[in-house]
Structure formats: C-alpha cells, structure tokens
C-alpha cells in the first residue's frame, strides 16, 4: 500500500474499528485519543505528501494500480490512485480540517463510536474522490461520502435535522446519478474507465463514436456540469447547503464546507475542463461566457442572500454560494490559455478552493465554538462577546477579513487571480468581472455587520438567553486554540507567501493544456 492509498484508506479502517471493537468500557475511554491519532497522523501524512511531490518532474505521482478491480470482461474497472498539481493541495487540506473537526468534537457525548466511526470514513472517502484516476472508482468515492454524511447530521445534527439529512441525501444522489449516466457515455465511447491516460482513452474516438451520436458530447459535459454544480453548490442547486450547514454538527459544518463543497470545483477542473479539453475542447470555448454570467450572478445573488441572514451559520452558508460563485467565473477564463498563454484564471479557481476551505473551515468551527459558550446563533441576541472572548474574537476578525478578500490573507490571492484571468478576456468577461468585483463590496458589508454584531457592541439585553450566563463565558482552551491557529496559519501564509500552493496548482493547470 502507498502513501495515498494510506491516506484513504487509514481512516477509513481506523474509523470502523473504532465502531466496532470498542465496546467494552475500557475501550470507550479511548474512543477520542484514538481519534484523535487516527486525524492527527492521517494530516500529517497529506502534509508530507504535498511537500515530497516533485514539482520538478510533475504529472501524476504515488500511484498505487491493481489490475482487474472489478474482475468482469464486460468492462475493464481498475484501483488507480495518485496525485499531481491539483490533488496534492486539496488532499492535505482534507488532512488539515480532518484534524480540526476530530479537535471540534471532542465533547460529543452521544454514541461516540458511531460518531467518530462516521467521521473517519468520511474523510477517507473525501480523499479517494481527489486521488482517483479511474472514473469508476472516483464515482465509488463520491457516493461513499453519502452515507457518513446523512448519518452525521441525521444523528448528531440539530434543528430539522432529518429533514436537511434528507434534502441533503436527495440532492446528492441527484448528482450522483448523472456522474454516472455520463461516466457510462464516455467508457462505451473509449472502452476504458481510466481519466487520462490518452491512449487507453481514444479520445478521437470518443468525439466520432456512434453512441455521441445517440447521447452528443455536449449533452455529455453538461452532465458532468450540473452534477458538480449540485455539489459545488452553484445557483439555482444551492438550496440544501444552508439547511444542511445549520442543522449539521460543527465537525460537519466544517469538513462540509471546506471539502465536500471542493469535490463539485474538483470535479469541474479534472473532468470538464482536463478531459474535456482533451476530447473537444471547442465545449468550453462554446460555453465559456455563460459560464461567466452564471458565476457572476451567483456572486451577487449568494451576497444578497447572505446580507439577510441572522443566523450565523445560515450566514456563513450562503456566503459559500457567493464564494463559490468566483470558482465558476474563473473556470469560465479557459481561453484565457490559448489566447495569452494565461493560467491565472484556472488557477485561482483551484486556489479558490483551497483557501475557501480553510476560510470557512475556521469561520464554522469559531461559530460552533461560539454556539456551544452561548447556545444561540442569533445575532441579535449577541454581542459584546470580545470582552470575554477575546481571542475567539481576534480569530473571528482574522477570518472575516481572509473571507472579503484583504489584502496579506488567503482570499485575496485567489480572487485577485481569478479577476485578472477572466477580465484580460474582454467582453462578456470584463462585465462579469466587473459586477463580481461588487460582489467583494457586498462581502465587506455582511462579514463586518456580522462581526461588529457579534463580538462587539454593547453587551446582549435581558431578554437574550445569552444575558443569564455572559459573566461566565469562557475564552479558547488549548486544543480549540491548535485547531484555530493550524487554520489561521494556512490563511495568513498562503495570503503572505501564495507560490508555496500556487506554484503547484499552476503545474497542474499547466498540464491541463500539455496532454
């Protein structure tokens, strides 16, 4: 087994062990150090993956292959993992929220080897949909992460927990189901399951094959398309993503947010953007400007939702519609490459999704920490909470900031980039550009409202349920403070130093037009 099977497949296995052999009292005790372990070496594992990646030689690298995953002649289904550019960055990001979710549930209390168990595979299986080569095997893994998820929020959720675990399940099984109906279309066309690999793929084939002329390869892209915009989620599939967001447990919120969301943005670029590109890219040239209004209205429209909110995960919820928004503008620069020999628009698309993750990782798990000292998420019941909080509060500015793209913090970086690759496109770009530029503007006016609301002010009224206990709140303990500066840490470096991620996602972009 190699590293990245390693990393798929450790937590995975630990997490089942967890649910099933820890039943004894003894056991029990152990449940969430050995959680605890299990994240902690799984994270630093995706660390030294990302950092041994050889930028020098590029391409994909640590493949693990069996022949014969599925051993029937009717098709040809096989185990391939490894990494490149893209991957490597967003599996040590699963590694890094991995960690602090395990760290945000430490005082879960209700069935905690179910609980743990699910987590654990949860992460696993998020790892397998970035390490996959084979198209069969990154449809296992992106339906694997169902199971967990639905039974995380169902169980240990609040609210209207089974009806969002629900919503939630409807959703993505919608997605699933046309990942795969197009996964079908292009293994009858090219007889093999194997993403990239050019000549087992017969991409000529796939263009002049009889069965694109019964299923048309356009309508085969946007098949891919609108499953990862479910997932992404990108307007009008963005429903279930607050429900889920606010009634799902902090450790969900966070692994929800900063990697589930990044599977629909993976999926973009590894599928309809690098096979695509290979098969015909005249699809993305074609479609590219609607691409670009649609992320620009999802910027404005994502805004504008989020400006109405009250609830502070709700808020947060629909600030990733908005965020998410900058991924589809930035995929929507392809030509970009032709034209100028310009990757920053798809770059910062893959950027976007690294430092979305961790922004908004932070952002969630401060906000549960804040709900569990206060137990509401009603701002206006809020306030005045920096007082006795003062270290959550700093955190919270941190990642506000990082969230409305300041300058010296991780979003900045990604959005500059994808502002610079689409408006050097003209035209429909430039208006797109323009309008989601406005959308930073909006960004400002609900992170500060929401802010200065919550941490600041004066302090909450009688009638606030936060008033009888406000005296005693209490400030980060030590495994909250580790959790929040490991992800403040990757803001603030990433936003100082961008080429130490930039210069990989760049190589794997760059691949992109080499194959």
Known sequence: MGLVSFLIFFPIISGILIGVVSGNSILKKLVKPIALSVSLITMLASIFLFIIYDRDLGGFQFIDYFDSWIPFESFSAQYLVGVDGLSAPLIMLTGILGFCSVIASLKISLREREYYMWLLVLQGAVTGVFASLDLLLFFVFWEAELIPMYFLISIWGSGRKHYSAMKFLLFTLTSGALLLVGILAIYFSAGSFVMFDVSELNLVGIANSPFISVLPLTFVFFLFFISFSIKLPLFPFHSWLPDAHTDAPTAVSIMLAGVLLKMGGYGLLRINVDLFNSIDPSILTKYAPTFAILGAFSVIYGALLTIQQTDLKRL????????????????????????????????????????????????????????????????????????????????????????????????????????????????????????????????????????????????????????????????????????????????????VYPSVLTDTLNLGISEIFSR
């Not at 920053?344 to 430092?355: H, N, P, Y």
């Not at 906000?367 to 306030?383: A, D, F, Q, S, W």
């Not at 990604?414 to 530029?437: D, N």
């Open 316 to 495: 947060i919820a629909f600030s990733s519609v908005s965020h998410m928004g900058y991924v589809i503008l930035g995929l929507s620069s392809f030509a970009a490459f032709s034209e100028f020999g310009s990757t920053e628009g798809l770059g910062g698309t893959a950027l976007q999704l690294f430092t979305h993750g961790t922004i908004t990782g932070l952002a969630f798990l401060l906000v549960g920490l804040t709900y569990e000292r206060t137990h509401t998420r009603h701002i206006p019941h809020l306030g005045g909470l920096a007082n006795k909080m003062p270290l959550m509060a700093t955190f919270f500015i941190i990642t506000g900031f990082a969230s409305l793209g300041l300058p010296g913090l991780s979003g900045f970086v990604a959005e500059l980039m994808i502002f610079v690759g689409s408006f050097k496109l003209g035209g429909v770009w430039a208006v797109a550009t323009a309008a989601s530029v406005f959308g930073v503007v909006l960004a400002a006016g609900y992170t500060l409202w929401m802010i200065q609301r919550t941490y600041f002010g004066s302090k909450p009224t009688a009638d606030s349920p936060v008033s009888s206990h406000f005296d005693s709140l209490s400030d980060l303990n030590s495994m909250e403070l580790l959790a929040v500066i490991l992800l403040t840490a990757s803001i603030v470096i990433v936003g």
